[in-house]
């Protein structure tokens, strides 16, 4: 059964470094996501992207944050300079065309220290 | 600001028991409305969705929506301990022809015993 990917699982970097969060989509879905849960908190909307532009963005989606579909498979999401509170699980999520439903892949844990 | 709540448990049930979660949901704008289930340290996996008023089944799970009370339900059918995770409810927009973002609520904690 097709599903999401994402590298790497676990991701440590210092302060104010920069980092890429990778994920593969399914192959025929169109619209992508991505979500963050900070440690025994809810599961927060970041971003959503389709047609390769951002559809829509939280709050939490500043300036540090970007993202892109470098090539046919590929899903980035870039945290310019992290802070601490950047600490989280980073889902990246996709759904097909004309479907509702969003398919979660297994998160990427990032730590910043 | 858009409100999902749900009742953080931990909800304790027997083996072979119905297992009962409920959700309330601020943005009447909501359209469809999502079961997620979590074991600590994975993801969100998707149970089940509805977005018409009454019961939706798929197996052993029964998604109750009723929009003009803004509440949203899950029942699980006999209970395992397999069932034993966190459920997650998340509202959608899903307006016209995008696809919304999900709100989710902080999940419920449901133990099956055996």
């Known amino acids: 059964e097709p599903e999401v990917t994402q590298t790497p699982s676990h991701q440590v970097t210092q302060m104010g470094q920069e980092v890429i969060l990778r994920c593969v989509p399914i192959?025929?879905?169109?619209?992508f996501y991505w979500y963050r849960q900070i440690l025994g908190q809810k599961v927060e909307f970041l971003v959503s992207f389709y047609n390769n532009e951002i559809s829509e963005k939280s709050e939490i989606f500043d300036d540090q944050f970007s993202v892109e579909r470098p090539d046919g498979s590929n899903f980035t999401l870039k945290i310019r300079s992290t802070k601490l509170e950047d600490s989280a699980m980073y889902f990246c999520?996709?759904?097909?065309?004309?479907?509702?439903?969003?398919?979660f892949g297994p998160g990427t844990r990032l730590t910043v220290t | 600001q858009k409100e999902v709540e749900q009742n953080s448990g931990p909800l304790s049930v027997p083996e072979g028991a119905i297992a009962s979660l409920n959700c309330t949901y601020s943005?009447?704008?909501?359209?469809?409305f999502f079961w997620y289930r979590q074991y600590s340290g994975k993801s969100p996996e998707l149970i089940m969705f509805i977005y018409s008023n009454g019961d939706k089944e798929d197996g052993r799970f029964t998604a109750q929506l009723n929009k003009a009370s803004q509440y949203v339900s899950l029942l699980i059918r006999d209970s395992q301990p397999s069932d034993s995770a966190t459920y997650l409810c998340?509202?959608?927009?899903?307006?016209?022809?995008?696809?919304?973002?999900?709100?989710f609520g902080k999940g419920t904690k449901l133990s099956v015993k055996p």
């Open positions: 999520a996709s759904s097909e065309q004309g479907r509702v439903e969003q398919y």
């Open positions: 998340a509202p959608s927009l899903n307006y016209g022809g995008s696809q919304g973002n999900l709100i």
């Open positions: 192959s025929n879905h169109l619209y």
């Open positions: 943005d009447r704008g909501s359209q469809s």
